[in-house]
């Protein structure tokens, strides 16, 4: 299990249409922060290598989904961005993260979308301040694009491929999905806690929500 998500149950269980939304609504809805999907990409491709997917449908659903989602995201934040950023300051939303996402993605935009990919969290989130920042969509939808064909097409052949390859691997199925959790969500652990910005804003936060709550 995956943050008490058994993903094999339920890639089986919702098939494509379920993998489509799951990887739509962690692309570009807030909702999405909960969804763990790196590690449901890579099961989903395993379950392909072992006949209960086809792997070129599974491909095909997961790309559109990616590169769609993130679409939604930079439509909702260019659209409706400024309207909640500019609402009372919380730990995700303050007003001045509408200057500092426009300067940022002026700068970094384009590697941003890319690499936020892999990062759980920011993944969901890059789009959306990708509106907010007014980057360039032409830009936006090139790295959108390459991003969906490297994370959205590479995890599930990477658990395709590996199904195929080492014999019993769903012996290390959950180590491997464990440590490719893990893997991705280290380099988002170490940005925030490396900005002292970050580190103010989050203990700032939780201060406040343990004044109101005594």
């Known amino acids: 299990m995956v943050f008490g998500i058994d993903l094999i149950s339920l890639i089986t269980t919702v098939g494509y249409i379920g993998i489509f939304l799951i990887i739509f609504s962690e692309s570009g809805l807030l909702v999405g922060l909960i969804f763990p999907g790196d ?107 390459l991003g969906g064909i490297i994370w959205g097409i590479g995890n599930p052949v990477l658990g395709y491929y590996l199904g195929n390859t080492i014999p019993s691997i769903d012996r290390y199925l959950w180590p491997i999905i464990i440590l490719i959790v893990v893997t991705s969500a280290l380099p988002t652990i170490i940005h925030i806690f490396r900005n002292k910005r970050h580190r103010d804003q989050i203990l700032r936060y939780f201060h406040l929500k343990k004044g109101d709550s005594q």
């Open 39 to 145: 590690s449901l990409l890579f099961t989903a491709g395993f379950l392909a290598s072992q006949g209960y997917l086809n792997i070129l449908i599974l491909v095909i659903i997961t790309f559109i989904a990616a590169v769609s989602g993130d679409n939604l995201g930079y439509y909702f934040g260019k659209r409706v961005g400024y309207r909640i950023f500019n609402k009372e300051d919380s730990l995700l939303f303050s007003k001045d993260h509408i200057q500092r996402a426009e300067a940022f993605y002026e700068k970094h935009g384009p590697k941003t979308i890319l690499l936020a990919r892999f990062m759980p969290i920011i993944r969901t989130l890059a789009p959306i301040m990708a509106g907010v920042g007014q980057m360039n969509y032409s830009t936006f939808f090139f790295y959108n694009i």
